[in-house]
């Protein structure tokens, strides 16, 4: 066993794009369980576009982080030595593990919960996990679909979209994907079963939604925000939702950012534009998590994740969700 613990820190408050710099790998002396507290080893770790804003303390909703503090990670481990009878060594336990490969823990001062025997561990850090769990009420709870709505998804074939436009389908709506590649646009539409998928990258996305969307957009889940974003609006149903859940196109942006040009529309169209974050929900998550699980194990609902072998790939693996080298969740196997 490992003598050392290697961490990543937050090196520097990132300006732009995500630099190697922005973080600091070290190795830190191996904690030792005391009494009540166990030691865990990190298996997977999750790498979500939103760990850009805790970087640069935008976000509001979480605490700041400051220089030379862990990156904050959700993750799952294995109890490897125990002195708490609720994690007996050997089992495998999920929470806010932070990017490092080793930490100690009363089961409190990081909270921690045992995941149960069989569960499939990946899936349990995207569908079932707050991936899933965003897609749910940003698409269940703000978009309200009704059968038969046109539902146009960005950022569809990355971890949250693939997910809302698969419970779009299942509500009984025509769902219209958008996503950066043609192996992306294929899964869509093939596996997931989407009506049409845009290549923003390539297509000419004002048309191609005019095209696909003629009676107009009833919901659009936004993942991505900027230019289609502003197509979206204008070209919404009466009455139409418009669930702002993410605009990563914006998060590396510096300087002032652009609005959306055509917010008018929702006015001319009688619509609603909202945004959430998914903990608005927490005292629900057993209820929604439970109507994922059936989904999944009646086939209704596929995941898919991207793994990158390895903990010092985690800065890599952050940055590639910006260049949309994923498909469905990211992952970082950190050991066996
Ligand atoms: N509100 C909440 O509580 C909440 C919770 C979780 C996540 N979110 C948000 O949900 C969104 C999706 O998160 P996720 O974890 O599921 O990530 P993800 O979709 O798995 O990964 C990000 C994807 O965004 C696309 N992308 C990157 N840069 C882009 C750009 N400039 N324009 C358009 N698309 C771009 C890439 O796919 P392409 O190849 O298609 O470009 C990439 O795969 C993010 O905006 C995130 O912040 C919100």
Redesign the pocket.
Known sequence: MSTVNRQILLNAHPVGDLKHSDFKLVEAPMPTPGEGEVLLQTMYLAL???MKGWMENRADYVAPLAIGDVMRGYGTARVTESNNDRFPVGSVVSGGLGWQEYLVTDGKSVPIQVLPEGVDIPASMGVLG??GL?AYF?LMEIGKPIEGDTVLI??A?????SIAAQLAKIAGCRVIG????AE?CDWLTGELGLDAAIN??IEDVAARVRETCKGGINIYYD??G?E?LDIALNNLADYARVVI?????RYNLTGEIPGPKNYFNLVFRRSRME?????DFASRFGEASAILLEHLREGRLCHRETITDGFENMPNALMS??????I???LVRVSE
């Open positions: 979500e576009p939103a707050v991936t965003t940003g960005s950022g074939a990355g971890a949250t979209g958008m996503a950066g590649s992306k923003y990258k993942n991505v900027g289609i859940c993410g605009g990563i196109s945004g959430f974050i998914v903990t969700l910006f260049t949309g080298d994923n469905g969740k990211q």
